[in-house]
């Protein structure tokens, strides 16, 4: 089973950029096809950014797209979301998924009934 840690949320202006990061340990991660999403007050947990396992096919949210990039590294067991040109609605908790499906294939998971392992979050706030 594997367990998630995100870090790299932070208090930030308008147009700047941030890039989270997510830690995976105790789980083969190179196994787990991995996701990122965010959820503001009030609103529930939306979709951002998504990989299969080794990273080379990805799918995002019209929102975030050309913003954000997501990546990985298998060797350090981490999952990447680069944010670039932030705005004040991209403020949000991020949380990282995983989920191990069993087999490797570049399917990617937008659901987030689709995980089975969270991170605990990290907080975005964008200022205008």
């Known amino acids: 089973q594997v367990t998630l840690v995100e870090s790299g949320g932070g208090l930030v202006q308008a147009g700047d950029s941030l890039r989270l990061f997510c830690v995976a340990s105790?789980?083969?991660?190179?196994?787990?096809?991995m996701g990122w999403f965010r959820q503001a007050p009030g609103k529930e947990r939306e979709f951002v950014a998504a990989?299969?396992?080794?990273?080379?096919?990805?799918s995002y949210a019209d929102s975030v797209k050309g913003r954000f990039t997501i990546s990985r590294d298998n060797v350090k067991s981490t999952l990447y979301l680069q944010m670039n040109g932030l705005k004040p609605e991209d403020t949000a908790v991020y949380y990282c998924?995983?989920?191990?499906?069993?087999?490797?294939?570049?399917?990617?998971?937008?659901?987030?009934?689709?995980?089975?392992?969270w991170g605990q979050g990290t907080q975005v706030t964008v200022s205008s």
């Open positions: 105790k789980g083969a991660f190179s196994s787990y096809k």
């Open positions: 990989t299969n396992w080794n990273g080379l096919s990805t």
């Open positions: 998924a995983a989920v191990n499906v069993g087999y490797f294939s570049d399917t990617t998971y937008q659901q987030p009934r689709d995980y089975d392992y």
